[in-house]
């Protein structure tokens, strides 16, 4: 299954919604889809959405604090892990479940303690305050082949400015789901996200 590296993060989503939001995502050509384990039910929303997608998507959980949320999250079929920050311990736990792992960095020092406790990519989080300059800056100092993800202040205004840089992809929260939204207007959203993706990918 290949993915463009555009991750819905589904802050706040409802059991009920998850289904037919997560669909709707996947039907526009967002297929790596996060549930934060600060939103209602997560981890019920993460084993729905895993059964009626699971050979559409990705489904992960987001704003996972611990090895025990890993484990939660793992049976529950889940197949990523983002955390909010850099903790040795979730992206062990994540790496030994074969889950992969997405940590967030803010410095060299998160990034390269992410780098050593074996993160599949790094969540540059927030990216509105960073900035394309403070990612430039620290992918000078990365492996390169290592995926990287703006999150936080990405949209699709502003792709372009981070795939200029050296940005694989992003991690889309609000703009593309706040709770209250409909699942059509979930979709357009989701449509105009891939465009920019899109283009600015093969630019």
């Known amino acids: 299954m290949t993915h463009r590296h555009i991750i819905a993060i589904l802050r706040?989503?409802?059991?009920?919604?998850?289904?037919?939001?997560?669909?709707?995502?996947?039907?526009?050509?967002?297929?790596?889809?996060?549930?934060?384990?600060?939103?209602?039910?997560?981890?019920?929303?993460?084993?729905?959405?895993?059964?009626?997608?699971?050979?559409?998507?990705?489904?992960?959980?987001?704003?996972?604090?611990?090895?025990?949320?890993?484990?939660?999250?793992?049976?529950?079929?889940?197949?990523f892990i983002v955390s909010p920050d850099t903790n040795p311990a979730v992206i062990a736990e994540t790496v030994s479940l074969g889950l992969k792992s997405y940590p967030g960095v803010f410095s060299p020092t998160d990034a390269f303690a992410a780098i050593r406790a074996g993160a599949t990519g790094l969540k540059f989080f927030p990216a509105e305050i960073l900035g394309a300059k403070g990612i430039k800056a620290m992918k000078a100092v990365l492996p390169p082949a290592l995926p990287v993800y703006a999150v936080g202040g990405a949209n699709p205004d502003n792709f372009h400015e981070f795939f200029a840089v050296g940005c694989t992809g992003f991690g889309l929260g609000t703009y593309l789901f706040k709770p209250g939204m409909s699942v059509a207007e979930v979709a357009d959203r989701a449509a105009l996200a891939v465009a920019a993706y899109d283009k600015g990918a093969n630019a």
């Open 12 to 79: 706040g989503i409802t059991t009920a919604e998850a289904v037919p939001v997560c669909t709707a995502l996947v039907d526009a050509g967002i297929t790596l889809i996060e549930v934060p384990l600060n939103s209602p039910n997560a981890v019920e929303s993460i084993s729905k959405a895993a059964q009626a997608l699971a050979d559409r998507a990705e489904i992960g959980a987001g704003t996972v604090l611990s090895p025990e949320d890993v484990r939660a999250v793992a049976g529950a079929g889940g197949t």
